[in-house]
């Protein structure tokens, strides 16, 4: 390794094929780079050609390089070498999809002006053949005077040309000759460039004119002043009047340019033949067919999570009492056994059960983007998504939400608006995410189940994941209305052709999305456990000097240790702190331990199933085994009979404990990534009050109300 | 003779003939393709409506769509 790393940057449209050729350039050899101060997260790769180190960047996808939010304008920095982090590129490879030609060569004629070499990567000429499309690379080679490598990166065809054209074109260095823009708007920007002093180079002072409103033009008028923004003004209303008005002007060139050479290099078919795609979405996008075809599709995801986690979630409960009978054999009873098999095991275990449900999500979303059916679903939920002022772009993430708000939060990232995002993101954890599950299913076992008719259970879980379905959009359409007003944004979106998916793709995001959940297990849930665990454990000793654990020791009756069990935790920390709280709990019709359990729940709502098992004396309880979640329900059911005040109002008790899971924010996770999405702490914050609120006001009022028709229907 | 884009109805063609609206969205719709003098079939009328520009699909809501005037032609 003599000599220096080569650095390659791969820019392209969305759906040109890029992240294929990514992956099939740097294979395993890459990792994710994330930029300060901002939420794009760019590939890194590399190759060897021989003794020589290629470094490849992954842009994201992009129609152009005006850019219109921080998080584009990283990617023009980049290009340019203006990010310290990132030593300016070498090589500009641009990919472009052979049937597509014409309209991903405006990117492409930008990438020109850059001053770095550009090779370009034609991409899909099967796809293009078949249709009747031919490209003639070596006159597109010969017009744009850009070396031109025609790929198949799905087949990992033309991949040894592409790399070998990306070292010598950095060898030669040999920049491209831009496409020619109106002498008079050169003139402009030259004046701009001088007036600035040589600050910006010659792209950017472009770009100052030609971006009406854009980042540049916001940044460069907050640094010199509103005296800028006149002269650009000026300077536009001059090219206007000399018949260039912006924006028109650069695609009038541009498009001009890419006419007279794609003239030249494609032969197309007089009439465009019917592809697959349009016959596929001459179903899939129709009003009645397509949406039914969506729901089906939704349903199968959502079943199929449930069926096929199934045996995966046995085993790693199996796993875990395994683990925990081991740790009990070999460690003494005391207070580390106890850390470690009620604690540890019992609170991270119950959470890793989940892992399955996850992963397998995050196929099915992986598969449904890369096949090009998101889009689709997109197109068919934005009537009804606009009504709440929000745009079929908000849907994906609310749909990703149901099974984990993180995701779901993450996915936002695709809404270029920045009101839609925010009201996005801010309404997304109201969908009942997946760890409310176990919540529900306790719940519901324990209190609606015997003695109703077969239809309830059912219908309470379908009114549970109801409620959040239903008041998310409500609270977009306020917020939309207030804090994010404003006008409603321009929706444009492209539908891309379908093809499969590609099996890396899907396991990489699987295996990722594993993986952050499993670490999230290991730090916060497992820190929240650890601290439970002790608060209900300490202090040890009962009220007559004795320590708990020796008192039970002494007696052999079983029930006499329940009770030891239960005394001893009402005198822990959490007991202690719990009682003080009661009168909060009361008009939930809660007791200190179901609010105790809650509050435990704040950092992650799965903790109740465990806590609740642990305050009811159960030793471990595991949220994904049937038979402990019974006997947990039951002791829970008993406990609530016998006190007479909220006894025989049990049912409006279980619905006042769910409806406050359903609305509430507990989860630190959701919070931390929504205050990475939004960099700022207000929103997290503001995410957090109004949900804990709604979800206090909602449970007073199913529990009062449920008192009253109770009372009613009892007289 | 011009009408707005989205009074045409599902299979019929039409050329662009202008495009009125902020610079930022009409610098947008051109790197997507949509721009004076391209041609156009609408797939699935309505908000948002479906459309055939080049070889790609796009979609737009019906009041954006107003923005759009275009010029039918009979199908090429």
């Known amino acids: ?715 | 003779m011009l009408l707005p884009l989205d009074m045409l109805r599902a299979g019929e063609w039409a050329e662009i003939a202008e495009i009125t609206g902020t610079a930022d969205w009409i610098g947008r719709l051109a790197e997507l393709g949509l721009r004076h003098g391209c041609r156009l079939q609408v797939l699935q009328p309505g908000s948002p409506c479906l459309l055939q520009v080049a070889d790609c699909k796009l979609c737009l809501r019906g009041n954006d769509c107003a923005q759009i005037l275009v010029r039918p032609v009979v199908a090429a």
């Open chain 1, 1 to 715: 390794m003599s000599q220096p790393s080569l650095i390659v940057a791969l820019v392209g449209n969305p759906n040109t094929g890029k992240s294929t050729l990514f992956n099939a350039l740097s294979g395993l050899r890459q990792h994710v780079g994330n930029y300060p101060g901002v939420t794009v997260e760019m590939k890194k790769g590399h190759f060897y050609l021989g003794e020589q180190r290629v470094d490849l960047i992954d842009l994201p996808g992009t129609y152009s390089l005006s850019a219109r939010s921080p998080d584009e304008m990283v990617a023009v920095d980049l290009l340019l070498g203006r990010r310290r982090e990132e030593p300016r590129p070498h090589v500009i490879l641009s990919i472009v999809d052979a049937s597509n030609l014409d309209r991903h060569l405006y990117l492409t004629t930008q990438l020109m002006e850059l001053g770095e070499p550009v090779v370009l990567a034609v991409n899909m000429v099967d796809v293009a053949e078949a249709q009747g499309v031919q490209v003639d690379c070596a006159a597109l080679a010969r017009e744009t005077g850009l070396t031109v490598v025609p790929i198949r990166a799905n087949r990992g065809v033309g991949l040894d040309r592409l790399q070998a054209a990306l070292v010598q074109a950095a060898k030669t260095g040999t920049r491209p000759v831009p496409v020619p823009l109106p002498a008079a708007f050169e003139a402009e920007s030259q004046a701009l460039e001088r007036e600035l002093s040589g600050e910006l180079p010659p792209f950017l002072a472009h770009r100052l004119i030609l971006d009406v409103g854009g980042t540049i033009e916001q940044w460069v008028v907050d640094k010199h002043g509103p005296v800028v923004k006149q002269h650009i003004e000026a300077a536009r209303v001059r090219l206007a009047e000399a018949g260039h008005p912006i924006p028109a002007a650069e695609a009038r060139a541009r498009y001009g340019w890419i006419r007279e050479i794609v003239g030249k290099c494609v032969t197309r078919p007089s009439e465009r033949p019917k592809t697959w795609t349009d016959r596929i979405d001459h179903v899939l996008t129709h009003r009645v067919w397509g949406t039914l075809f969506f729901l089906a599709v939704m349903f199968l995801v959502f079943q199929s999570i449930f069926v096929a986690a199934e045996p995966l979630m046995g085993l790693i409960e199996e796993g875990t009492s395994w683990l925990a009978d081991q740790f009990q054999a070999q460690i003494p009873e005391g207070p580390l056994q106890s850390l470690i098999c009620d604690g540890v095991i019992a609170g991270v275990g119950g959470v890793l059960v989940f892992l399955p449900q996850i992963m397998i999500l995050f196929a099915f979303i992986a598969v449904l983007e890369g096949c090009g059916y998101m889009a689709r679903a997109a197109y068919l939920m934005d009537r009804l998504m606009s009504r709440c002022g929000l745009s079929g772009k908000s849907f994906i993430p609310l749909l990703s939400s149901v099974a984990c708000a993180i995701p779901g939060v993450m996915a936002t990232r695709v809404i270029e608006n920045r009101r839609d995002r925010f009201a996005t993101i801010v309404v997304a954890p109201l969908m009942s995410c997946s760890a409310r599950l176990p919540v529900y299913l306790l719940l519901i076992g324990a209190f609606l189940t015997e003695g109703f008719a077969w239809w309830v259970p059912g219908l309470t879980l379908f009114g549970m994941y109801m409620i959040g379905f239903t008041l998310a959009p409500l609270v977009a359409l306020l917020l939309k209305r207030t804090l994010l007003r404003g006008e409603t944004p321009l929706f444009v979106m492209e539908l891309p052709a379908y093809r499969l998916p590609s099996l890396r793709v899907i396991l990489r995001r699987m295996v990722s999305a594993g993986w952050a959940f499993v670490y999230r297990a290991g730090t916060l849930i497992l820190a929240a456990t650890v601290l439970i665990w002790a608060c209900l454990y300490f202090p040890t000793t009962s009220p007559d000097g004795t320590p708990y654990p020796e008192r039970i020791a002494a007696t052999a009756d079983e029930a006499e240790q329940h009770s030891l069990q239960a005394e001893w935790k009402a005198h822990s920390l959490f007991g202690q702190l719990g009682h003080s709280l009661e009168p909060a709990f009361r008009p939930l019709g809660w007791d200190w331990k179901i609010g105790m359990a809650t509050l435990a729940s704040f950092p992650a709502r799965e903790v109740i199933v465990g806590t609740l098992g642990i305050i009811y004396a159960q030793g471990e309880v595991d949220a994904g085994d049937a038979d402990q979640r019974k006997q947990l329900g039951a002791t829970l059911r008993a406990d609530i009979a016998r006190d007479p005040a909220r006894g025989p109002y049990r049912v409006p008790v279980a619905l006042s404990v769910m409806v406050f899971f359903a609305l509430c924010c507990q989860c630190a996770a959701t919070l931390a990534v929504i205050r990475r999405e939004t960099r700022s702490w207000a929103w997290p914050a503001f995410t957090f009050t109004y949900m804990t609120t709604m979800a206090y006001v909602g449970a007073f009022l199913v529990y009062q109300l449920g008192r009253v028709l109770v009372d009613a229907l009892g007289a």
